[in-house]
């Protein structure tokens, strides 16, 4: 099994920057699927940022450019960090991570961009 933990939401300005942190229970060098997702009210969750198997990172068209995923050197912790945040960033921000064929969900953090 794996735990994910997201944090770091919170309310801020438009135009203004978040770091979100993922801390997962195992070392996501060893995870498939890593990545960032988002959802807001009564919309589906949709894919922000994510590393493909080669740790290329590869971004939704709406973030590129603004957002950054990264890990930390022992890869137990996945970073989105993101700038020149809008109001259309506001949702639920979620960090997903596949091991053996079962996908892994944590609780999500809300963030919330004022105009």
């Known amino acids: 099994q794996v735990q994910l933990v997201e944090s770091g939401g919170g309310l801020v300005q438009a135009g203004g920057s978040l770091r979100l942190s993922c801390a997962a229970s195992r070392s996501t060098n060893r995870l498939s699927g890593i990545g960032w997702y988002r959802q807001a009210p009564e919309t589906q969750r949709d894919l922000v940022a994510t590393f493909s198997r080669s740790g290329t990172p590869s971004y939704a068209d709406s973030v590129k450019g603004r957002f950054t995923i990264s890990r930390d050197n022992t890869g137990d912790t996945v970073y989105l960090q993101m700038n020149s945040l809008k109001p259309e960033d506001t949702a639920v921000y979620y960090c997903?991570?596949?091991?053996?064929?079962?996908?892994?969900w944590g609780q999500g953090t809300q963030v919330t961009v004022s105009s």
């Open positions: 997903k991570a596949d091991l053996w064929g079962v996908t892994y």
